[in-house]
């Protein structure tokens, strides 16, 4: 080799960001299984296995579910670009950067956003979807369940009420809830959803499952036009993944097997007891956080248990105190996007790392990086806090 370049060696690190998480070892070995082809019988069968996973962790029976080849913006542009068609309008709520992404997107498609807002760190206000809906006749309302950027967690069961009073379709950002939280499409009402594997469920990045109901399957087969992304089109890839195993492009093999088996660790655990992890572990943190001083973005109803925004006290170096982490402790956690940028952290407990100890860990590396900080706090409090919640 004329350029000396040196085996990777990526540093070992604690991921406790905005995704993504860390990789249980299991799922690091399904990744390192031999290829096989695409169309092989074998593969076909874990695509099978993977598909009926996916149903029973989305919690609905259509038909149309499987992974998107790309990341959870490939399942947003893909929900949207098939559902919208040129002059449709759609009524997008907007309460951080991710609904602020899928506007960018409905305009790329040709379709009209209609806006509904609340501050970033706040819940969207149904009865302002209504009034939109109302006024617009939109076909399609879209909102983020799970607000990686500001921490909100958006109850859906008001909203998805109303939009089917009012004959939309509700399409539903589900990156960072699934698999941490329960996601139930059928009982909610769902009719298009798109999720992330390098959030809670603790695969590499790299797909984004999907589901359609019957009704948005007959929004894309009634569409007058074809769907402006080729590699996106589900009218096509709905053809590999259905009985026809019609070839539209060569499957992520290796993704495919990563992701069959954080699946199969989900259901060894069981939803319940991983979604009531989740909520242990945040419920620690937030003990832990609030014994040293420190408080939340959103309001106590509205948080995540899996990205907790914590809001960076005056005078402390919000990108130091990251490092600080990093640097010492190995430990990776998220800073603030957009118009919370330098103004909160973004810490992750998602999946595989959404842990006690992980728990325990950052309290002890954030009270020691605030010390150098010159943040005034009573040494152990947090840490002593965190277990009495556990
Ligand atoms: C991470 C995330 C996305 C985008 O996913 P990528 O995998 O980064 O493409 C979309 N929506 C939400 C809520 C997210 O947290």
Known sequence: MD????????????????????VPPRVLRALASPVIGHLDPAFLAIMEETKALLQQLFQTENELTFPVSGTGSAGMEACLANLLEPGDQAVVCVNGLFGTRMTDIVRRCGGLPIIVEAPWGEIIDPDDVERALADSGAKLVAVVHAETSTGVLQPLTELSRLVRERGAL?????????????VQVDTWGIDAVYSGTQKCLSCPPGLAPLSFSQRAVEALELRKTPVQSWYLDLSMVRRYWGQERFYHHTAPISMIYALHEALRLVFEEGLDERFARHKRNHLALVAGLEAMGLSLLPKRDHRLWMLNAVVVPEAVDEARVRRRLLDEFGIEIGGGLGELKGKVWRVGLMGYSSTRNNVLLFLVALERALQEEGYALSPGAGVAAAFGEY
Do not use: K, Q, W, Y
């Open 3 to 22: 350029i000396a370049v040196s085996e990777l060696r990526p540093p070992a690190r604690i991921l406790m960001g905005p995704g993504p998480s860390n």
């Open 170 to 182: 509700l399409l539903v950002d589900t990156v960072t809830s699934l698999g941490g939280f329960p």
